[in-house]
Every structure is written in structure tokens, then in C-alpha cells.
């Protein structure tokens, strides 16, 4: 049933303003798409001179979440029922997706769309029908664990 | 020095966004996606709000700035071509999500947070994203050219 318990409108758009801002700042100072996927993958092609911010901002990501859960550890909480075989698979999923479709939710979703581009708008909804199908499968056919 | 910084603050205010978000909960992520369980609209939210300052920002920024303020350019998606590896990579990234409950931000902040699971779902991402930039290496120097030109030039995000 829809009841809505666990939805955070408020602190979801608080939030979503804070990733639109670091969005927004990389932009301007550094003159890149805040995408993850696409600044992880720069790490690994090792471009003289296009490594260190990269790395930085991953050290903030870490940073951030470790800080914060010394605070907010519940924020943290996964939730959901899934072996360490699903989270492998579902990683390595991600990553080579990601690669392959150049983009994932921070890069296509935000930054794409933002830049109101064409290719960034069929890829999210491309990985948002194929998130929406695996969801279905895992909890109306497989009972929610997998 | 300050670009170093700045990409620090970069990934450190997106990584606290997404934890006050409610993005590093992977419940959160599947409810969004559980039509018939309990709703969660959260992440149209987060979208929504991020997209509500990044989009007025872009559109200024390439209108009137010549360059960015640490680099010479900005460096920005020059493709417009929708092809098959597009949507074929993004519908695998989105199988990933619904299964795992991650994705690449929030997975890495969380591993920050010294989260088992995102720890063990970071480390199999990262192998995929090294594996997959390896093989276009491998290919490029068979060839002697980019044989992933979007990868070479410019990627989407």
C-alpha cells in the first residue's frame, strides 16, 4: 500500500539543493559536470594533469560520509535485504554501466538534464525503466531479498 | 593547491547533500522505484532541487563567462547523437541500482561512512569502471586511436 511513511520531501529538497550547489560550484570554478561516474573513470584513464581534483573530490565524498555518520549514523541504513553476491553483481553493473552510457543518476540525471541535453534525457530514462523493472522482480516476484 | 581544495569542498558538500537527502539509504532508492510497496517520492525531490539551482547557474555560466575560474575552458559534453551504447550502458547501470540500492555517489560517501554493504558494493563498482577503462585502453593501443572517442573527448557526466 502507497501510505508514504518513510518520504522526506523537506529534507530531500534541502538536500537536492546542497548537490545542485556543489553541482553548480565545480562548474563554475572548475569548469567540469559534477557527474561521479564520469569523475571516477577519469581516474583510471590517467591523463597527465586531469588526476588530482578527481581524487579530491572522491576524498570529499569519503570525507562527508565520514564525518557525518559520526553524527548521523542512521543515515546510513541500508534497508533492504541483499547477499554480498547481489551487492557484487550490482556493483560491477554499475560500474561497466555507467562507463558504457557515460553518466549515472549525478551525471545524466542532474547535471544532463539540467543542461536540458537530449542524450543525458534518454539515458535516465533508460536506467530509471530498467531500476523500476528490477525493483519489481526482486520484490513482487522474489520477495524482496535477494 | 586551490583546485585541490575546491574539488575537495565540491565532493564534500555533494556527499553531505545526499546523506540529508535520504540517498545513501537504499531503501530509500527502492522506494522510489516500489510502485506496489510503500511510495517513496524522495528522489524526484532531490533531483528536482538539485536541478532547481544547477540549470538557472549553467545557462548564465555559458552565456556570459568566457572560462571557468581555475581553468582555461570549460569542459563540457559535445555529443548530441543518441546510439545504442548509450541506452544499452544506462539500462545496465539501472538494473545495478535496482539491485543493489546504489548508486556511484552515494555508494562512495557511504563506504566514507564505513558501510559493510557499500563497501562491498564500491569495490566490485570500482573493478567494473577499471575494467571497462583498461579494455578501452587495451583497444586504443591496438589501434593507435581512440577507439572510445566519447571517452577521449568528452563523456556526458
Known sequence: MTNMESFTPIASTIGGLLIGIAAAGLLLFHGRIAGISGIAGGIFRREPGDISWRVMFVVGLLAAGFGWHLFFPQDYAVGIDRSTVALVVAGLMVGIGTQLGSGCTSGHGVCGIGRLSKRSTVATVSFMITAALTVFVVNEVLGGSI | ?157
Do not use: H, N
Not at chain 2, 530509500?28 to 540549470?55: E, N, Q, R
Not at chain 2, 566490485?124 to 589501434?143: D, K
Open chain 2, 1 to 157: 593547491m586551490k583546485v585541490k581544495v575546491g574539488a575537495f569542498l565540491g565532493g564534500a558538500v555533494f556527499g553531505i547533500g545526499l546523506a540529508i537527502a535520504g540517498m545513501t539509504q537504499p531503501s530509500k532508492i527502492i522506494g522510489f522505484f516500489d510502485f506496489f510497496g510503500d511510495y517513496d517520492p524522495s528522489l524526484a525531490f532531490v533531483m528536482l532541487g538539485a536541478i532547481l539551482v544547477y540549470t538557472p547557474v549553467y545557462r548564465w555560466a555559458i552565456r556570459t563567462w568566457q572560462r571557468p575560474i581555475w581553468a582555461p575552458a570549460f569542459s563540457l559534453p559535445t555529443r548530441k547523437d543518441i546510439d545504442g551504447r548509450l541506452i544499452a550502458g544506462s539500462a545496465i547501470f539501472g538494473v545495478g541500482w535496482g539491485l543493489g540500492g546504489y548508486c556511484p555517489g552515494p555508494a562512495l560517501t557511504s563506504v566514507g561512512a564505513g558501510s559493510r554493504e557499500a563497501f562491498t558494493f564500491g569495490a566490485a563498482m570500482l573493478l567494473g569502471v577499471g575494467a571497462y577503462q583498461l579494455f578501452t585502453r587495451i583497444r586504443e593501443g591496438r589501434t593507435g586511436r581512440p577507439a572510445d572517442a566519447q571517452a577521449a573527448a568528452m563523456i556526458d557526466g
